[in-house]
Protein backbone atom coordinates (compact mmCIF):
# COMPACT_ATOMS: atom_id res chain seq x y z
CA UNK A 1 0.00 0.00 0.00
CA UNK A 2 1.09 3.55 -0.66
CA UNK A 3 1.98 5.35 2.23
CA UNK A 4 0.92 9.02 2.95
CA UNK A 5 3.90 11.24 2.56
CA UNK A 6 2.98 13.86 0.26
CA UNK A 7 -0.39 14.74 2.62
CA UNK A 8 2.03 14.61 5.48
CA UNK A 9 3.38 16.99 4.53
CA UNK A 10 1.20 19.19 3.08
CA UNK A 11 -0.14 19.07 6.40
CA UNK A 12 2.56 20.70 7.90
CA UNK A 13 2.61 23.43 5.37
CA UNK A 14 -0.63 24.06 6.68
CA UNK A 15 -0.12 23.86 9.61
CA UNK A 16 -2.67 21.47 10.70
CA UNK A 17 -2.21 19.43 13.74
CA UNK A 18 -3.28 16.30 13.79
CA UNK A 19 -5.10 14.91 16.91
CA UNK A 20 -4.11 11.21 17.21
CA UNK A 21 -6.92 9.88 20.32
CA UNK A 22 -5.15 6.90 22.40
CA UNK A 23 -8.29 7.03 24.55
CA UNK A 24 -9.42 3.50 23.63
CA UNK A 25 -5.59 2.04 24.14
CA UNK A 26 -3.32 3.74 26.66
CA UNK A 27 -6.28 5.70 28.05
CA UNK A 28 -8.07 2.02 28.46
CA UNK A 29 -5.45 0.20 29.95
CA UNK A 30 -4.86 2.51 32.70
CA UNK A 31 -6.86 0.33 36.05
CA UNK A 32 -10.30 1.75 36.53
CA UNK A 33 -10.66 2.76 32.49
CA UNK A 34 -11.34 -0.56 31.37
CA UNK A 35 -14.77 -1.27 28.61
CA UNK A 36 -15.71 -3.90 26.77
CA UNK A 37 -16.79 -3.96 23.04
CA UNK A 38 -19.76 -1.97 22.55
CA UNK A 39 -18.55 0.84 25.31
CA UNK A 40 -15.77 0.74 22.69
CA UNK A 41 -17.83 1.46 19.62
CA UNK A 42 -19.74 4.00 20.91
CA UNK A 43 -16.72 6.03 22.08
CA UNK A 44 -15.08 5.58 18.66
CA UNK A 45 -17.92 6.96 16.86
CA UNK A 46 -17.95 9.79 19.05
CA UNK A 47 -14.45 10.42 18.80
CA UNK A 48 -14.86 10.42 14.94
CA UNK A 49 -17.88 12.94 14.98
CA UNK A 50 -15.79 14.55 17.50
CA UNK A 51 -13.09 15.15 14.52
CA UNK A 52 -10.20 13.42 15.50
CA UNK A 53 -7.75 12.00 12.71
CA UNK A 54 -6.31 9.13 13.97
CA UNK A 55 -8.05 6.81 16.20
CA UNK A 56 -5.94 4.33 18.29
CA UNK A 57 -8.59 1.68 18.89
CA UNK A 58 -6.45 -0.79 20.88
CA UNK A 59 -3.72 -3.39 20.78
CA UNK A 60 -4.71 -6.24 19.15
CA UNK A 61 -2.13 -9.22 19.99
CA UNK A 62 -2.88 -8.39 23.76
CA UNK A 63 -5.93 -10.61 23.85
CA UNK A 64 -8.75 -11.77 21.27
CA UNK A 65 -11.36 -9.11 22.64
CA UNK A 66 -8.80 -6.11 22.14
CA UNK A 67 -8.42 -7.86 18.66
CA UNK A 68 -12.35 -7.66 17.94
CA UNK A 69 -12.49 -4.24 19.63
CA UNK A 70 -10.33 -2.93 16.87
CA UNK A 71 -11.52 -5.06 13.63
CA UNK A 72 -15.47 -3.81 14.94
CA UNK A 73 -13.83 -0.25 15.03
CA UNK A 74 -12.41 -0.86 11.51
CA UNK A 75 -15.15 -2.07 9.93
CA UNK A 76 -17.53 0.81 11.08
CA UNK A 77 -15.73 4.03 11.27
CA UNK A 78 -15.25 6.17 7.50
CA UNK A 79 -13.67 9.25 7.60
CA UNK A 80 -11.09 8.16 10.83
CA UNK A 81 -7.79 6.63 10.34
CA UNK A 82 -7.76 3.28 12.59
CA UNK A 83 -4.96 2.41 14.17
CA UNK A 84 -3.66 -0.58 16.09
CA UNK A 85 -0.72 -0.65 18.66
CA UNK A 86 2.02 -3.40 17.92
CA UNK A 87 5.31 -4.41 18.87
CA UNK A 88 8.10 -4.94 16.45
CA UNK A 89 6.96 -8.39 16.66
CA UNK A 90 5.74 -10.21 13.80
CA UNK A 91 2.92 -11.50 15.75
CA UNK A 92 2.18 -8.21 16.79
CA UNK A 93 1.69 -6.63 13.38
CA UNK A 94 0.25 -9.27 11.54
CA UNK A 95 -2.47 -9.55 13.97
CA UNK A 96 -2.65 -5.20 13.42
CA UNK A 97 -2.81 -5.79 10.30
CA UNK A 98 -5.65 -8.82 10.11
CA UNK A 99 -7.75 -6.55 12.58
CA UNK A 100 -7.61 -3.63 10.78
CA UNK A 101 -8.23 -5.68 6.91
CA UNK A 102 -11.55 -4.19 7.38
CA UNK A 103 -10.49 -0.11 7.59
CA UNK A 104 -11.11 2.46 5.47
CA UNK A 105 -8.07 4.28 6.36
CA UNK A 106 -5.68 2.17 8.46
CA UNK A 107 -2.33 2.48 10.53
CA UNK A 108 -0.44 0.07 11.86
CA UNK A 109 1.98 2.11 14.78
CA UNK A 110 5.31 -0.07 15.78
CA UNK A 111 7.26 0.96 18.57
CA UNK A 112 10.54 0.05 20.49
CA UNK A 113 12.64 1.62 23.21
CA UNK A 114 15.09 3.10 22.51
CA UNK A 115 16.73 4.70 25.97
CA UNK A 116 19.62 2.83 27.47
CA UNK A 117 17.67 2.07 30.73
CA UNK A 118 14.77 0.60 28.63
CA UNK A 119 17.71 -1.66 26.14
CA UNK A 120 19.32 -2.43 28.89
CA UNK A 121 16.65 -3.25 31.86
CA UNK A 122 13.87 -4.28 29.60
CA UNK A 123 14.90 -5.52 26.04
CA UNK A 124 18.46 -6.69 26.95
CA UNK A 125 18.92 -5.52 23.53
CA UNK A 126 21.80 -3.39 21.88
CA UNK A 127 21.79 -0.33 20.10
CA UNK A 128 22.69 -2.32 16.99
CA UNK A 129 20.03 -5.08 17.95
CA UNK A 130 16.95 -2.20 18.39
CA UNK A 131 17.53 -0.59 15.06
CA UNK A 132 17.53 -3.99 12.85
CA UNK A 133 14.26 -5.07 14.85
CA UNK A 134 13.02 -1.41 14.46
CA UNK A 135 13.81 -1.07 10.77
CA UNK A 136 12.14 -4.96 9.98
CA UNK A 137 8.90 -4.23 12.08
CA UNK A 138 8.32 -1.18 9.87
CA UNK A 139 8.90 -2.87 6.68
CA UNK A 140 6.80 -5.98 7.68
CA UNK A 141 3.92 -3.13 9.11
CA UNK A 142 4.50 -1.50 5.86
CA UNK A 143 2.58 -4.01 3.59
CA UNK A 144 -0.27 -4.63 5.68
CA UNK A 145 -2.00 -1.17 5.98
CA UNK A 146 -1.82 2.31 4.53
CA UNK A 147 0.36 3.90 6.56
CA UNK A 148 3.15 3.45 9.42
CA UNK A 149 3.87 5.26 12.33
CA UNK A 150 7.24 4.37 14.45
CA UNK A 151 7.38 4.95 18.12
CA UNK A 152 10.51 5.18 20.04
CA UNK A 153 9.57 4.39 23.45
CA UNK A 154 10.85 6.52 26.19
CA UNK A 155 12.62 8.68 23.55
CA UNK A 156 12.85 11.47 25.80
CA UNK A 157 15.53 9.66 27.68
CA UNK A 158 17.30 8.18 24.25
CA UNK A 159 20.60 9.70 23.20
CA UNK A 160 19.21 12.30 20.67
CA UNK A 161 22.31 11.16 18.38
CA UNK A 162 20.43 7.22 18.49
CA UNK A 163 17.12 8.74 17.70
CA UNK A 164 18.09 10.56 14.71
CA UNK A 165 19.89 6.91 13.44
CA UNK A 166 16.58 4.92 14.47
CA UNK A 167 14.14 7.82 12.91
CA UNK A 168 16.23 8.16 9.52
CA UNK A 169 16.57 4.38 9.52
CA UNK A 170 12.15 4.40 10.30
CA UNK A 171 11.74 6.80 7.57
CA UNK A 172 14.12 4.65 4.99
CA UNK A 173 11.74 1.32 5.94
CA UNK A 174 8.40 3.15 5.36
CA UNK A 175 7.59 4.93 8.10
CA UNK A 176 5.59 8.58 7.30
CA UNK A 177 4.75 9.76 11.18
CA UNK A 178 7.91 9.45 14.29
CA UNK A 179 6.45 9.42 16.87
CA UNK A 180 9.17 11.01 20.46
CA UNK A 181 7.21 9.63 23.85
CA UNK A 182 7.63 11.19 26.78
CA UNK A 183 6.90 7.85 28.31
CA UNK A 184 7.42 8.48 31.94
CA UNK A 185 5.91 12.03 32.33
CA UNK A 186 9.86 13.58 32.62
CA UNK A 187 10.57 16.37 30.50
CA UNK A 188 9.73 19.85 30.12
CA UNK A 189 8.83 22.15 28.12
CA UNK A 190 12.26 23.54 26.99
CA UNK A 191 13.69 20.26 26.70
CA UNK A 192 11.42 18.92 24.27
CA UNK A 193 11.74 22.04 22.20
CA UNK A 194 15.11 21.36 21.82
CA UNK A 195 15.04 18.04 20.94
CA UNK A 196 11.74 18.09 18.06
CA UNK A 197 14.36 20.96 16.65
CA UNK A 198 17.18 18.53 16.92
CA UNK A 199 15.25 15.80 15.04
CA UNK A 200 13.65 18.08 13.20
CA UNK A 201 17.51 19.41 11.28
CA UNK A 202 18.98 16.04 11.77
CA UNK A 203 16.54 13.18 10.90
CA UNK A 204 17.23 11.82 7.15
CA UNK A 205 14.07 12.51 5.37
CA UNK A 206 12.47 14.84 8.18
CA UNK A 207 10.65 16.66 5.25
CA UNK A 208 8.86 14.01 4.01
CA UNK A 209 7.31 12.69 7.48
CA UNK A 210 5.01 14.06 10.48
CA UNK A 211 6.51 14.26 14.29
CA UNK A 212 4.78 13.19 16.85
CA UNK A 213 4.26 13.97 20.49
CA UNK A 214 3.05 11.80 22.99
CA UNK A 215 3.43 13.16 26.56
CA UNK A 216 2.43 11.28 29.77
CA UNK A 217 1.70 13.53 33.26
CA UNK A 218 3.66 12.39 35.78
CA UNK A 219 5.07 15.84 36.84
CA UNK A 220 1.65 17.26 35.43
CA UNK A 221 3.42 18.74 32.48
CA UNK A 222 1.58 16.39 29.53
CA UNK A 223 -0.20 19.22 27.97
CA UNK A 224 2.32 22.32 28.00
CA UNK A 225 5.12 19.64 26.90
CA UNK A 226 2.49 18.63 23.47
CA UNK A 227 2.23 22.08 22.89
CA UNK A 228 5.86 22.57 23.10
CA UNK A 229 6.60 19.85 20.47
CA UNK A 230 3.79 21.69 18.47
CA UNK A 231 5.41 24.78 18.86
CA UNK A 232 8.80 22.95 17.43
CA UNK A 233 7.19 21.47 14.69
CA UNK A 234 5.56 18.59 15.78
CA UNK A 235 2.30 18.05 13.43
CA UNK A 236 0.66 15.23 15.64
CA UNK A 237 -0.25 15.16 18.92
CA UNK A 238 -1.32 12.04 21.16
CA UNK A 239 -3.75 12.62 23.36
CA UNK A 240 -6.82 11.52 25.54
CA UNK A 241 -10.07 12.32 26.71
CA UNK A 242 -10.14 13.72 30.24
CA UNK A 243 -6.32 12.80 30.03
CA UNK A 244 -7.08 9.09 31.00
CA UNK A 245 -4.01 7.13 30.28
CA UNK A 246 -1.22 4.78 32.31
CA UNK A 247 -0.38 5.82 35.87
CA UNK A 248 -1.05 10.05 35.51
CA UNK A 249 -2.39 9.72 32.47
CA UNK A 250 -1.82 11.42 29.21
CA UNK A 251 -2.34 14.85 27.71
CA UNK A 252 -6.06 15.62 27.77
CA UNK A 253 -7.27 16.32 24.24
CA UNK A 254 -9.70 18.70 25.05
CA UNK A 255 -6.99 20.84 26.82
CA UNK A 256 -4.91 20.41 23.83
CA UNK A 257 -7.15 21.31 21.66
CA UNK A 258 -8.23 24.43 23.27
CA UNK A 259 -5.60 25.94 23.72
CA UNK A 260 -4.56 25.89 19.90
CA UNK A 261 -7.70 27.46 19.50
CA UNK A 262 -7.75 29.75 22.08
CA UNK A 263 -4.12 30.79 21.69
CA UNK A 264 -4.61 30.35 17.68
CA UNK A 265 -2.38 33.92 16.80
CA UNK A 266 0.20 32.47 19.54
CA UNK A 267 0.75 28.57 18.03
CA UNK A 268 -0.22 29.32 14.31
CA UNK A 269 -1.82 26.56 13.69
CA UNK A 270 -5.24 24.22 13.40
CA UNK A 271 -7.25 21.02 14.69
CA UNK A 272 -9.84 19.61 12.53
CA UNK A 273 -11.96 19.17 15.94
CA UNK A 274 -15.56 20.20 16.47
CA UNK A 275 -14.60 21.48 20.08
CA UNK A 276 -18.87 21.88 20.45
CA UNK A 277 -18.40 18.23 21.06
CA UNK A 278 -15.71 18.47 23.56
CA UNK A 279 -17.96 18.35 26.59
CA UNK A 280 -20.53 15.40 25.53
CA UNK A 281 -17.57 13.36 24.58
CA UNK A 282 -15.68 13.95 28.29
CA UNK A 283 -19.09 13.26 29.65
CA UNK A 284 -19.26 9.83 27.62
CA UNK A 285 -16.28 8.63 28.84
CA UNK A 286 -17.40 9.48 32.39
CA UNK A 287 -20.83 7.47 32.12
CA UNK A 288 -18.70 4.41 30.03
CA UNK A 289 -16.05 4.17 32.54
CA UNK A 290 -18.00 5.55 35.77
CA UNK A 291 -15.19 7.72 36.13
CA UNK A 292 -15.83 11.39 36.89
CA UNK A 293 -13.80 13.96 36.20
CA UNK A 294 -12.73 16.98 39.22
CA UNK A 295 -14.64 19.68 39.74
CA UNK A 296 -12.05 21.50 39.02
CA UNK A 297 -10.64 19.92 35.64
CA UNK A 298 -10.51 22.29 32.63
CA UNK A 299 -12.42 22.82 30.01
CA UNK A 300 -14.84 20.12 31.04
CA UNK A 301 -14.91 20.21 34.80
CA UNK A 302 -18.10 21.63 36.41
CA UNK A 303 -16.59 24.45 37.58
CA UNK A 304 -14.46 25.23 34.67
CA UNK A 305 -16.78 27.93 33.64
CA UNK A 306 -18.57 28.95 37.21
CA UNK A 307 -17.99 31.84 38.29
CA UNK A 308 -18.25 32.35 42.31
CA UNK A 309 -16.54 35.30 43.54
CA UNK A 310 -18.83 38.38 43.78
CA UNK A 311 -15.97 40.19 42.07
CA UNK A 312 -15.65 38.35 39.71
CA UNK A 313 -19.20 38.21 38.47
CA UNK A 314 -19.31 41.93 38.80
CA UNK A 315 -16.38 42.15 36.22
CA UNK A 316 -18.51 38.97 34.01
CA UNK A 317 -21.71 41.30 33.87
CA UNK A 318 -19.74 44.21 32.91
CA UNK A 319 -17.77 42.18 30.25
CA UNK A 320 -17.25 38.47 29.57
CA UNK A 321 -14.05 38.77 28.61
CA UNK A 322 -13.01 40.21 31.96
CA UNK A 323 -12.48 36.90 33.80
CA UNK A 324 -13.61 34.35 30.54
CA UNK A 325 -10.98 33.17 28.09
CA UNK A 326 -13.51 31.18 25.82
CA UNK A 327 -17.03 30.72 26.13
CA UNK A 328 -18.73 27.26 27.90
CA UNK A 329 -20.91 26.74 24.51
CA UNK A 330 -17.45 26.30 22.23
CA UNK A 331 -16.65 23.71 24.05
CA UNK A 332 -20.49 21.90 24.54
CA UNK A 333 -21.86 22.41 27.43
CA UNK A 334 -25.45 23.44 27.10
CA UNK A 335 -26.59 27.06 28.12
CA UNK A 336 -29.71 26.02 29.62
CA UNK A 337 -30.14 23.23 31.66
CA UNK A 338 -33.51 21.80 30.59
CA UNK A 339 -34.93 19.48 33.24
CA UNK A 340 -37.80 16.85 32.00
CA UNK A 341 -40.57 15.01 34.13
CA UNK A 342 -43.42 12.25 33.50
CA UNK A 343 -45.01 14.46 30.99
CA UNK A 344 -42.70 14.92 28.55
CA UNK A 345 -43.26 13.51 25.21
CA UNK A 346 -40.82 11.58 22.85
CA UNK A 347 -39.72 14.61 20.59
CA UNK A 348 -38.31 16.78 23.61
CA UNK A 349 -36.60 13.78 25.09
CA UNK A 350 -34.70 13.39 21.63
CA UNK A 351 -33.83 17.07 21.13
CA UNK A 352 -32.83 17.00 24.45
CA UNK A 353 -30.43 13.92 23.81
CA UNK A 354 -29.43 15.55 20.84
CA UNK A 355 -28.28 18.76 22.66
CA UNK A 356 -25.95 16.55 25.08
CA UNK A 357 -24.37 14.89 21.93
CA UNK A 358 -26.20 11.56 21.24
CA UNK A 359 -28.51 10.82 18.31
CA UNK A 360 -29.73 7.35 18.77
CA UNK A 361 -31.36 5.31 16.35
CA UNK A 362 -35.28 5.00 15.73
CA UNK A 363 -35.12 1.39 17.32
CA UNK A 364 -32.26 2.24 20.22
CA UNK A 365 -35.16 5.48 21.00
CA UNK A 366 -38.03 3.26 21.69
CA UNK A 367 -35.59 1.66 24.51
CA UNK A 368 -34.36 4.69 25.79
CA UNK A 369 -37.91 6.07 25.94
CA UNK A 370 -39.58 3.24 27.92
CA UNK A 371 -36.56 3.49 30.46
CA UNK A 372 -37.11 7.37 30.74
CA UNK A 373 -41.34 6.82 31.67
CA UNK A 374 -39.54 4.45 33.91
CA UNK A 375 -37.42 6.55 35.47
CA UNK A 376 -39.65 9.79 35.20
CA UNK A 377 -42.27 7.21 37.68
CA UNK A 378 -40.19 7.32 40.29
CA UNK A 379 -38.43 10.33 40.19
CA UNK A 380 -40.09 13.74 39.66
CA UNK A 381 -37.27 15.60 37.67
CA UNK A 382 -35.06 13.75 34.74
CA UNK A 383 -31.81 16.12 34.50
CA UNK A 384 -28.86 15.87 31.90
CA UNK A 385 -26.76 13.23 34.10
CA UNK A 386 -30.31 10.91 34.23
CA UNK A 387 -30.91 11.11 30.62
CA UNK A 388 -26.87 10.57 29.74
CA UNK A 389 -27.45 7.61 31.74
CA UNK A 390 -30.78 6.68 30.13
CA UNK A 391 -28.87 7.21 26.81
CA UNK A 392 -26.24 4.34 27.35
CA UNK A 393 -28.59 1.99 28.65
CA UNK A 394 -26.60 1.15 31.47
CA UNK A 395 -27.41 -1.87 33.32
CA UNK A 396 -25.98 -5.24 32.61
CA UNK A 397 -29.17 -6.37 31.21
CA UNK A 398 -28.16 -5.45 27.59
CA UNK A 399 -25.32 -7.84 27.64
CA UNK A 400 -26.02 -10.72 29.69
CA UNK A 401 -25.85 -13.40 30.17
CA UNK A 402 -27.21 -12.99 33.70
CA UNK A 403 -30.12 -10.45 34.27
CA UNK A 404 -31.84 -9.28 37.43
CA UNK A 405 -35.52 -10.49 37.99
CA UNK A 406 -35.77 -10.09 41.77
CA UNK A 407 -33.81 -8.12 44.35
CA UNK A 408 -34.84 -7.27 48.58
CA UNK A 409 -32.51 -5.90 51.14
CA UNK A 410 -33.56 -5.23 54.62
CA UNK A 411 -31.16 -3.52 57.25
CA UNK A 412 -31.56 -4.17 60.78
CA UNK A 413 -30.64 -0.71 62.63
CA UNK A 414 -27.67 -1.55 65.12
CA UNK A 415 -27.29 -5.20 63.52
CA UNK A 416 -26.75 -6.79 60.10
CA UNK A 417 -28.66 -6.28 56.40
CA UNK A 418 -29.94 -9.29 54.23
CA UNK A 419 -30.50 -9.19 50.92
CA UNK A 420 -32.02 -11.77 48.25
CA UNK A 421 -31.59 -11.77 44.80
CA UNK A 422 -33.25 -13.83 41.87
CA UNK A 423 -31.12 -13.80 38.19
CA UNK A 424 -31.95 -15.34 35.06
CA UNK A 425 -29.31 -16.84 33.21
CA UNK A 426 -29.36 -16.52 28.94
CA UNK A 427 -29.64 -20.34 28.77
CA UNK A 428 -32.56 -20.37 30.41
CA UNK A 429 -31.37 -20.73 34.41
CA UNK A 430 -32.51 -19.03 37.23
CA UNK A 431 -30.67 -18.65 40.20
CA UNK A 432 -32.12 -17.19 43.73
CA UNK A 433 -29.87 -17.00 46.77
CA UNK A 434 -30.04 -14.59 49.83
CA UNK A 435 -27.10 -13.81 51.83
CA UNK A 436 -26.16 -11.45 55.33
CA UNK A 437 -23.34 -8.70 55.43
CA UNK A 438 -22.01 -6.08 57.12
CA UNK A 439 -24.75 -3.50 55.47
CA UNK A 440 -26.93 -3.85 52.44
CA UNK A 441 -24.16 -3.38 49.99
CA UNK A 442 -22.07 -6.00 51.38
CA UNK A 443 -25.63 -8.32 51.79
CA UNK A 444 -26.03 -7.72 47.78
CA UNK A 445 -22.64 -8.46 46.72
CA UNK A 446 -22.31 -11.92 48.78
CA UNK A 447 -26.04 -13.17 47.19
CA UNK A 448 -24.90 -12.14 43.77
CA UNK A 449 -21.93 -13.77 44.20
CA UNK A 450 -23.33 -17.40 45.40
CA UNK A 451 -26.17 -17.09 42.81
CA UNK A 452 -23.75 -16.79 39.91
CA UNK A 453 -20.72 -18.99 41.33
CA UNK A 454 -18.48 -16.05 40.91
CA UNK A 455 -15.62 -15.26 43.81
CA UNK A 456 -15.51 -11.35 43.84
CA UNK A 457 -13.05 -9.51 46.09
CA UNK A 458 -13.75 -5.78 46.79
CA UNK A 459 -11.34 -3.42 45.99
CA UNK A 460 -12.96 -0.20 45.09
CA UNK A 461 -16.40 0.79 45.95
CA UNK A 462 -18.05 4.06 44.89
CA UNK A 463 -21.07 5.57 45.18
CA UNK A 464 -22.50 8.81 43.69
CA UNK A 465 -25.17 10.95 42.79
CA UNK A 466 -25.66 11.62 39.23
CA UNK A 467 -27.91 14.57 39.39
CA UNK A 468 -29.11 16.57 41.75
CA UNK A 469 -32.17 16.58 43.95
CA UNK A 470 -33.12 14.06 47.58
CA UNK A 471 -34.36 11.41 44.40
CA UNK A 472 -31.10 12.08 42.59
CA UNK A 473 -29.91 8.55 41.02
CA UNK A 474 -27.10 6.54 42.40
CA UNK A 475 -24.46 5.42 40.43
CA UNK A 476 -22.08 2.51 42.20
CA UNK A 477 -18.80 1.83 40.31
CA UNK A 478 -16.93 -1.34 41.84
CA UNK A 479 -13.67 -2.88 41.55
CA UNK A 480 -13.41 -6.64 42.32
CA UNK A 481 -10.50 -9.14 42.20
CA UNK A 482 -11.44 -12.21 40.44
CA UNK A 483 -8.94 -14.70 39.32
CA UNK A 484 -5.70 -12.13 38.54
CA UNK A 485 -6.86 -9.58 36.80
CA UNK A 486 -9.20 -6.39 38.73
CA UNK A 487 -12.55 -5.83 36.70
CA UNK A 488 -14.88 -3.19 36.82
CA UNK A 489 -18.64 -2.72 36.86
CA UNK A 490 -20.91 0.27 37.21
CA UNK A 491 -24.96 0.42 37.59
CA UNK A 492 -27.05 3.28 37.96
CA UNK A 493 -30.71 3.75 39.84
CA UNK A 494 -32.21 5.54 42.10
CA UNK A 495 -31.94 2.49 44.89
CA UNK A 496 -28.02 2.37 45.24
CA UNK A 497 -28.29 -1.19 46.75
CA UNK A 498 -29.86 -1.62 42.93
CA UNK A 499 -26.95 0.20 41.61
CA UNK A 500 -24.73 -1.55 43.44
CA UNK A 501 -26.75 -4.78 42.22
CA UNK A 502 -26.13 -3.94 38.83
CA UNK A 503 -22.78 -2.75 39.07
CA UNK A 504 -21.65 -6.23 40.75
CA UNK A 505 -23.76 -8.09 38.18
CA UNK A 506 -21.86 -6.02 34.93
CA UNK A 507 -18.35 -7.66 36.76
CA UNK A 508 -20.24 -10.64 36.84
CA UNK A 509 -21.61 -10.50 33.36
CA UNK A 510 -17.95 -9.29 31.54
CA UNK A 511 -16.03 -12.18 33.60
CA UNK A 512 -18.17 -14.88 31.93
CA UNK A 513 -18.27 -13.48 28.50
CA UNK A 514 -14.62 -14.80 29.41
CA UNK A 515 -12.89 -11.59 28.14
CA UNK A 516 -9.50 -13.50 28.33
CA UNK A 517 -6.88 -11.44 30.55
CA UNK A 518 -4.21 -9.53 28.28
CA UNK A 519 -0.41 -11.22 28.75
CA UNK A 520 1.16 -9.06 31.05
CA UNK A 521 3.48 -6.66 28.10
CA UNK A 522 -0.20 -4.95 27.96
CA UNK A 523 -0.64 -4.19 31.67
CA UNK A 524 2.75 -3.08 32.72
CA UNK A 525 3.84 -0.18 30.70
CA UNK A 526 4.33 -0.93 27.32
O1 LIG B 1 4.05 6.05 26.42
C1 LIG B 1 4.51 5.40 25.47
O2 LIG B 1 5.71 5.35 25.20
C2 LIG B 1 3.55 4.64 24.66
C3 LIG B 1 4.06 4.06 23.39
C4 LIG B 1 3.48 2.73 23.13
C5 LIG B 1 3.79 5.03 22.28
O3 LIG B 1 2.39 4.57 24.98
ZN1 LIG C 1 1.89 6.14 26.47
Redesign the pocket.
Known amino acids: MNPTTESNHADVAAGHVRIFD?TL??GEQAPGFSMDRRAKLRMAQALEALGVDILEAGFPQASPDDFAAVAEIARTLKSTTVCG?ARCQPGDIDAAGRALEMAQHSRI?V?LSTSPLHREHKLGMSKAQVLDAAVAGVERARGLCHEVEF?A???LRTEPEFLVEIFSAAVAAGATTL?A???VGYTTPAEIIALFDYLRRHVVGADKVIFSS?C?DDLGMAVANSLAAVSAGARQV?CTINGIG?RAG?AALEEVVMALKVRAPHFGVDTRVDTRKLFPTSRLLTQLTGQPVPRNKAIVGENAFAHEAGIHQHGMLKHRGTYEIMRAEDVGIAETRLVLGKHSGRAALRQRLKALGHDPADAEMDGIFARFKTLADKKREIHDEDLEAIALGQDPDALGPWRIVQLNSTTHLGGSASASVRLAHDDGREASEAAIGDGPVDAVLRAIERATGNDLQLTDFNVRAVSQGGDAQGQAQLTARHGKRNWNGHGVSTDIVEATALAALAIVNRIERQAPARPPVAVA??
Open positions: TRDLHFSEDANPDTHHEENHL
